[in-house]
């Protein structure tokens, strides 16, 4: 062993300055202290000294171990230290940085619309109903009165799926009606329910997509007659549009689950190629409606003897195109972003209820 702790120290304390990694500092650590160590070594041959080398040489070996730990501790600190302020320092924030501007979403012109009607009908007392878009041939036409041969099927462009539910042809329900016939199985009359949904027809072009909305209303009790159901829509049309005494007009029509059954025109004025709602001595349709009939009543177990009531049912894109001039129905659902930032509403500026009602 060597006879000079001091020589040792020194060559100690250098290694551990010049060590610039924590795994460095630790290996010398182990190769000096550690149980296989340099000092340990010579700490082992102090048993076979005699008692008065043995004092001074140890003493001198625990002055050197302290001496080391605690410059080799040191130099830990110091290098933990350096080493949070390079983390720190890679990861710093620059809060002086200008926020990335954030692009606020749009409200979709259809559901806009859905909640301009629905805040309509909701203050004239009805509440919603849904239903599914997968339905059975006997909801979307039998019980509306449309048996299978009738040929309003064929004018629904049915989108037919392959399963069955109890020998029933399933489908996409071509329109919201057949939610009348969920609500009547399950609630008992007074009954006034609007239905916002989506409806399926195999039919694509400029004014139809094969996907597309409407909003059902239903009405019965035991009172409620057509007075009701013009009363009612022609405040709706009145609202929605904005225009205060809009004409609508009320045209005699067919429906197999309404009797009598009427479509709603609204006055409205063409002028080279532009459309403008509101006086004028044109008519444009915009919903079909008409008394429940009473064989609809019975397929859900209502007595027609004792209840009556009124049903409508509209297009939500033709109320949006027709309000917000939009030209085309497919580019409802085209998703360019282009389209909805000019058509869209933003959550702070939509129209307020155009009136509402008074
Ligand atoms: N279901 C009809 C359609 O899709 C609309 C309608 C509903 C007509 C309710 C009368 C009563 O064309």
Redesign the pocket.
């Known amino acids: 062993m060597t006879d000079d702790p001091e020589a040792i120290k020194t060559e100690i304390l250098e290694a551990t300055a010049a060590a610039t990694t924590l795994d460095r500092l630790e290996a010398i650590r182990v190769e000096e202290l550690g149980k296989k160590g340099r000092i340990t070594g010579f700490m082992k041959e102090l048993g076979s000294m005699d008692p008065e080398r043995r004092k001074t040489v140890g003493l001198a070996l625990n002055a050197l171990k302290t001496d080391v730990a605690a410059a080799i501790e040191e130099r830990k600190r110091d290098l933990a230290d350096a080493d949070l302020d390079a983390r720190l320092m890679a990861d710093a924030v620059d809060v002086t940085l200008p926020a990335r501007p954030e692009k606020p979403g749009r409200v979709h012109p259809i559901s806009q619309t859905i909640d301009e009607v629905v805040a309509i009908l909701g203050e004239m007392g009805f509440a919603i109903a849904e239903g599914p878009d997968i339905e059975d041939d006997w909801y979307n036409f039998t019980a509306l009165n449309i048996p299978p041969e009738h040929p309003a099927r064929q004018e629904h462009d049915t989108f037919y799926l392959p399963g069955q539910n109890d020998g029933h042809r399933m489908l996409l329900r ?4 057949p939610v ?1 016939i969920h609500t009547m199985q399950q609630q008992k009359p007074p009954i006034r329910i609007i239905v916002p949904g989506r ?1 399926y027809r195999c039919d694509y072009d400029a004014t139809h997509s094969p996907m597309f909305h ?1 909003i ?2 239903l009405a019965v009790d035991e009172s409620t007659h057509m007075g009701h159901l013009k009363g009612c829509l022609i405040e709706f049309c009145r609202a929605y549009f904005g225009v205060e005494d809009l004409p609508v007009r009320f045209r005699p029509s067919y ?1 197999p ?2 009797e009598p ?1 009427a479509e709603v025109d609204i006055g409205c004025i063409r002028e080279g190629g532009e459309l403008r709602i509101g006086h004028g001595d044109d008519w444009l349709e915009i ?4 008394m429940v009939n009473p064989k609809v009543l019975e397929n859900c177990g209502i007595d027609s003897g004792k209840y009556q009531g009124f ?4 297009g939500i894109e033709r109320l949006a195109m027709l309000k917000y001039g939009i030209a085309d129905l497919r580019t409802f659902f085209e998703s360019d972003l282009r389209w909805l930032r000019h058509y869209g509403f933003s959550a702070l500026d939509v129209p307020s209820m155009v009136g509402g009602l008074n």
């Open positions: 071509t329109h919201t009606s009348q409806t409407q059902e209303g429906f689950f309404t059954s919903l079909g409606c008409g049903a409508f049912g509209m």
